[in-house]
């Protein structure tokens, strides 16, 4: 083993490299809660000596903390190829030895190579750049990122979103209304309320900043301000434009089904503009409602008993997921548009969609289609027997001055 592989390192003379590794292991801390910090800090050490550096014999290792080392090596080192197979197959989560007690052990990975990144001028800069590639695995929760040419310039796109979201007034955060159709008389029916943010001179869709309001915490507030507009809007322009049955769809993310205060928000909106809690629809993500037992399902269990009409959001990616929305209280299921885009031309998506809409129907739900752009799709629909689609065939998202002026 080389000498300083296990010493630490302040980063002032990184042996020059063309390839970088950051490691963390036990990152979600399963084994430091199930065998305390001694013995996943034993048992990170091991990993590495065992397993990590077989594989990468001409690496150097430099331990950065008690469960984080940065490896570096030369492309004229060992295949990096087998490295980053070794870490998919069997590095990810590994079994560890320690005094004959067998003990699991959780481990994420960044990797940058200066060949694939134009920008590498520097070791420290592959360091940099490999931190990066862990930060998404992190989130992500893969095993393995690779950095390539745009993952520092999206940490850094992304930083900037957040502090310009935290600087933000909430006025800068608009609602847009799209509508939704009830298919057999193609009568508008309600809204889904969609969140945008003005920047400067641009009005931002979620794609844009969605994913730095959740890291940072800051959707939190944000949905708080969306959803009493949302409701603001229901009372004084949805009943008006369509009447009392009208309705409006929020979305919630699992962040803001984790918050305390939640139902009581809702609650006490709804109740402070008189509006029946059953006119406001309540979208959570598939991935959210799987989780049984926790606090966002005890959320949607709450909002439902208080009378919101409760739906899955972009059901179709994890269509297995429909077997557990029995045991929770949903009211609608929206198809995700990259299925009902496939209904023409694709028997598989077709079949997929018949088969979630038939299932829906079983389990006393209301189908509803996203994402419905052309006449022959919504045919289609039609004679699936959907009642109910949003697309841009029937309007696209706008402010609630365009969408209500009529």
Known sequence: MHAGQFGGCDGSEWPAATIVIAISADPYHRAAVAYGREVSVLMAERFVERELVPITPHATFHRRADLEWIVTLTSDGPDLDEFITASRIRLGSHLIDIDGQTTFLD?????????????????????????????????????????????????????????????????????????????????????????????????????????????????????????????????????????????VAVNLSGQQLWADDIVGHIDGLLRSHDVAPRRLWVEVREDEVIRLGTAAAQAIQELHEIGCTMCVDDLGAGYSALRYLRDLPIDVVKIDRSLVSGLVDNPADRAVVKAICEISRAYGMIPLAEGVETEETLAELAGLGFDMGQGYLFGKPESAEVQFRH
């Open 107 to 247: 481990l994420c990975m960044g990797v940058a190579v200066a060949e694939q990144i134009p920008d590498a001028s520097s070791t420290e800069y592959l360091i940099r750049c490999a931190d990066a590639a862990l930060c998404f695995a992190l989130i992500r929760q893969h095993h393995v990122v690779i950095a390539d040419e745009q993952t520092m310039p999206t940490v850094h796109t992304q930083v900037d979103v957040a502090n310009r979201l935290a600087r933000s007034a909430e006025s800068d955060f608009l609602i847009y209304y799209q509508p939704i159709v009830e298919l057999a008389g193609m009568d508008t029916v309600g809204f889904e309320a969609l969140l945008r943010w003005r920047s400067g001179t641009d009005i931002l869709t979620p794609a844009a900043f969605l994913l730095a309001a959740q890291v940072t915490s800051l959707i939190v507030p944000i949905g708080h301000h969306a959803v009493a507009e949302a409701v603001r809007a229901l009372a004084r322009e949805v009943t008006p434009a369509v009447g009392q049955d009208g309705f």
